[in-house]
Structures are given as structure tokens and as C-alpha cells.
């Protein structure tokens, strides 16, 4: 396949990228040292059966329930412009939802100074319940989901190419 071809693909997923970088610094700037928003002036549900099956286990609070819907909103705005968005846009937009949240996670341990990479790891990253070869689950899942959204959202892309003879 040509890099001509793969070039938006790649630029796509470069700026997603920087996107989840610089918000990694919004919210070391925001939370500090304490990771999951554990200091902020802000309502906390800690254990509930509902964020066991849709939050990980982690807790719930004020400035997650308004971060997370926000940023999808902020992922969608793009399909607003198009005539008639598809499954496949939809499916670009929640693979790169799904990519910037994992990066972005990532990105505050590797950049907190109260943390760093070394950091990440079921004994500090407690908020993080669960863990397969030293990272969070959703890290393995989210990549694995991510990944086949991308692939289905840019298989128009992909289906046409002809080898070189």
C-alpha cells in the first residue's frame, strides 16, 4: 500500500494523538498528584454496581461525568458537516475516542512529575481495578476495539488496493 494512500490515516492518527498529549497536561494541571480526580472540589460515587460494569470499577465523579461526554461531543463535531455521516464515520469517530483516552491516560503518568511511567502499576494506579501484563485491561481492550473500528471506518480505503504488478 502507498504512503499516498495511508498518508490521512496516518495524519489522522498523529493529531489524535497530540490531542490526548496536550489534555494529558490539562489535567496534570488540573488534578496534580492526586490521579482520578481524587482531590477536586467536586461530587464522588466511589462503589456502585453500575460503574463496576461500565466504569472499570473506578469511581465517578463530577468532573469525569462532564469530561467524557465532553470530549465525545468534541469527536462528533466534524460528522455535523458531513451530508450524510455513516456507520464507518461513526465507527473513525468512536476508534479515535477510544484511541485519545488511552493515550491521554498514558500520557498523565508519563508526564506527571508526581508520577511517571513507573508509576503505572496496580499499586500506585489504584484507581485502575484491573490489570493484564502490567497495564490497565482497558489499554489491551480499548487498543484491540480501536483497532477494528479503524480498520472498519477506513475499509473503503483499504479494500481498494491493488498491489503493484
Known amino acids: 500500500m502507498s504512503l499516498q ?79 450524510r455521516p455513516t456507520w464507518r464515520d461513526e465507527a473513525g469517530v468512536i476508534a479515535a475516542i477510544i484511541q485519545f483516552w488511552i493515550i491521554e491516560d498514558a500520557m498523565w503518568f508519563v508526564m506527571n512529575p508526581g508520577f511517571g511511567w513507573q508509576a503505572l502499576n496496580p499499586a500506585v494506579a489504584h484507581w485502575h481495578k484491573h490489570w493484564l501484563w502490567g497495564l490497565p485491561v482497558e489499554y489491551w481492550g480499548g487498543t484491540l476495539v480501536m483497532l477494528g473500528l479503524l480498520w472498519y471506518s477506513q475499509r473503503r480505503i483499504l479494500d481498494t488496493y491493488t498491489p503493484p504488478a
Do not use: K
Not at 20 to 31: R, T, Y
Open 5 to 83: 494512500r495511508l498518508l490521512p490515516l496516518i495524519c489522522r492518527l498523529i493529531f489524535v494523538s497530540l490531542l490526548a498529549i496536550g489534555f494529558a497536561q490539562v489535567e496534570i494541571q488540573i488534578e496534580g498528584s492526586a490521579g482520578w480526580g481524587a482531590s477536586l472540589p467536586t461530587w464522588r460515587i466511589e462503589n456502585h454496581w453500575l460503574l463496576d460494569v461500565f466504569w472499570g470499577g473506578r469511581a465517578m465523579t463530577g468532573y469525569h461525568a462532564w469530561v467524557f461526554p465532553w470530549i465525545a461531543l468534541f469527536f462528533h463535531w466534524p460528522l455535523l458537516h458531513l451530508e
